[in-house]
């Protein structure tokens, strides 16, 4: 157990929707990352915030928005849906979000858009 | 632009036998590598990691070599056990970018 939280496991949803997936980082962590992982696809950076403010943005796409609250827990927004959005999305913690440091992933959202 | 490639989707090797899974990467900014290793239905978790200061690092039966003249870093695990049985991925930083770019997986298969 990693210690990070992603809720809800599995998403099913149709083109057009909305949904947003949530994480609560590991204890202590200040900073959370976004990472989707299509078919065959490595892990893609989609964002990263520390301590409520948006420190990295990747590939993410105008479509997604996400926030750190206050609490550390962060959501990852994603509008307009399209069947090429059907991924695994994971999020990760880290202490301080630094280069090197060792990220801390939670067991994923599968979202299926139909 | 794939920064980082992992050109095997898949390896299979038999129980006690070396497993080597290779890695190359493009952007010689990287200083850092990492391998995660993930499991169905878990996320990803931390394996062992090298600084481009160094050429290896062990950590018990896994090692992690880094050939920086040819981009290039690998994973060997001495003996492979059917709990290694995984999708490993390979993964690099450079210093001040915050974010870890991956490759995009290779499934291991420890055959008994």
């Known amino acids: 157990d990693s210690g990070v939280t992603q809720t809800p496991k599995h998403l099913i949803t149709a083109t057009g929707q909305r949904v947003t997936l949530r994480c609560s980082p590991r204890s202590g962590d200040l900073s959370v990352y976004w990472y989707q992982q299509s078919l065959d696809q490595g892990l893609q950076f989609l964002i990263q915030?520390?301590?409520?403010?948006?420190?990295a943005k990747g590939n993410i796409l105008e479509r997604f928005s996400a926030q750190q609250f206050p609490d550390l827990h962060s959501e990852l927004n994603l509008s307009s849906l399209e069947l090429g959005d059907s991924a695994l999305y994971f999020c990760a913690s880290s202490l301080q979000g630094l280069a090197n440091e060792k990220l801390f992933f939670g067991s994923g959202t599968q979202l299926s858009v139909l | 632009d794939q920064q980082v490639k992992q050109n095997s989707p898949s390896l299979s090797v038999q129980e006690g036998r070396i497993s080597i899974l290779n890695c190359d990467y493009t952007?010689?900014?990287?200083?850092?590598f990492l391998w995660y290793k993930k499991y169905p239905a878990e996320g990803p978790t931390f394996l062992i990691s090298i600084s481009s200061i160094k050429d290896k690092n062990e950590d018990g039966r896994f090692t992690v070599f880094l050939n920086k003249s040819a981009k290039h870093l690998s994973l060997h695990i001495v003996p492979s056990q059917p709990g290694d049985s995984a999708v490993y991925f390979c993964?690099?930083?450079?210093?001040?970018?915050?974010?870890?770019?991956f490759g995009q997986g290779t499934r291991l298969t420890i055959n008994p």
């Open positions: 993964a690099a930083s450079a210093q001040g970018a915050q974010k870890l770019v």
């Open positions: 952007n010689s900014m990287f200083d850092y």
């Open positions: 915030y520390y301590n409520g403010e948006e420190r």
